[in-house]
């Protein structure tokens, strides 16, 4: 007697490296898909032995239409993206889920196994800081990075390059004449916040001063004690970059409190651009990240890695400097300005 397991269909993807949904579409819509790969689904339902359970084939077969979005917090900044997805989604027949992971890889790992379990059809992932996990993974469902490409993955991806927009934040508060320009980074254990920092430190080049840098975790609160230690060092800085707006707007506050003007004591820049950052005050200068266009063009992304018709797997878009009232050229402070030094 055989006791052995019939084949499944995850098993026939999962071998071919392609959708659930590809090998359902070779099967049943056939004329959907280039010969090429029809050729190769049957050839592998072929030699797998797959026989596909009529009966149940509509339950087991329908895709979801669903995509999972998971985000790390439910900050404004990742809520814009998921905005993104949303649009997208109603224009490609697609219902979004969200599910945020408080950066807690076991919780991010739960959510794959969701779309393993056919609960959605595939993930847009918006950050990780847990490429290495991933990695691991033996077989990934289907995935779209948005925002960053996830070290150590090689997954479809729409993103801006973080390294090269903090080189041009950095490099506008130097063409301003400042010469002490500060750091304010989000967490290292953020890839994103990583590759900010290589920007900071690019632009500075050989003029770089560490005691200048000072990590924070993206919150407000967090931009608002960097500050302070920042204008207690013995050189404080005339300009500050934050690696993003919330913090900026935090080093802004603890600026205020200090009884220092911005931006005529000292000038702040952010990044990404939350709607908050044209209305605060001052109005805050930062860096524009299309956060809605990046979720909507990952979602166009995910639908095509699903159907196998991606071409472009790599979506760079690009950022700019919106200048705003935060920031403004180098004036000394006095007989005693700290940053006329060299």
């Not at 005529?264 to 939350?274: A, M, R, W």
């Amino acid at each position: 007697m055989n006791d052995r397991r019939p084949t499944t269909i995850i098993e026939v993807a999962a071998e071919l490296g392609v959708s659930i949904a590809t090998v359902s579409r070779a099967l049943r819509r056939p004329e959907l898909l280039s010969e090429e790969t029809r050729a190769r689904v049957l050839k592998a339902v072929e030699r797998l032995g797959y026989q596909p359970n009529l009966l149940a084939r509509d339950l087991r077969l329908r895709e979801s239409k669903v995509a999972l979005v998971v985000v790390p917090s439910l900050s404004p900044f990742f809520l814009e993206v998921f905005r993104g997805v949303e649009k997208a989604a109603r224009k490609t027949g697609y219902s979004v889920l969200m599910g945020h992971t408080d950066r807690d890889p076991e919780r991010e790992h739960a959510f794959f196994d969701q779309v393993a379990a056919r609960r959605a059809d595939g993930i847009i992932l918006v950050t990780s800081s847990h490429a290495s996990a991933l990695a691991d993974r033996k077989r990934l469902p289907p995935v779209v990075a948005a925002l960053e490409q996830i070290d150590g993955c090689s997954l479809p991806a729409v993103r801006v390059d973080h390294t090269r927009a903090a080189v041009a934040a950095t490099q506008y508060l130097l063409d301003l004449g400042h010469k002490r320009v500060a750091h304010i980074s989000g967490p290292m254990s953020s890839p994103m916040a990583v590759h900010r920092v290589e920007g900071y430190q690019q632009a500075l080049g050989p003029s770089l001063d560490t005691a200048l840098c000072v990590e924070g975790d993206f919150t407000a609160r967090s931009g608002e004690l960097a500050m302070n230690l920042l204008l207690a060092r013995h050189a404080p800085p005339t300009a500050v970059f934050a690696a993003n707006d919330e913090m900026a707007i935090g080093a802004v506050r603890a600026a205020k409190m200090a009884g220092l003007r911005v931006p005529e004591d000292i000038s702040i820049i952010g990044f990404d651009d939350q709607r908050i950052a044209a209305l605060y005050d001052p109005p805050l200068t930062t860096v524009h990240v299309p956060t809605a266009e990046i979720g909507y063009r990952a979602m166009l992304l995910l639908e095509r890695v699903l159907n196998d018709s991606a071409t472009d797997r790599d979506i760079v878009l690009p950022t700019k400097i919106t200048p705003r009232g935060t920031t403004a050229p180098y004036r000394p402070r006095g007989p005693a300005a700290p940053d006329d030094e060299g």
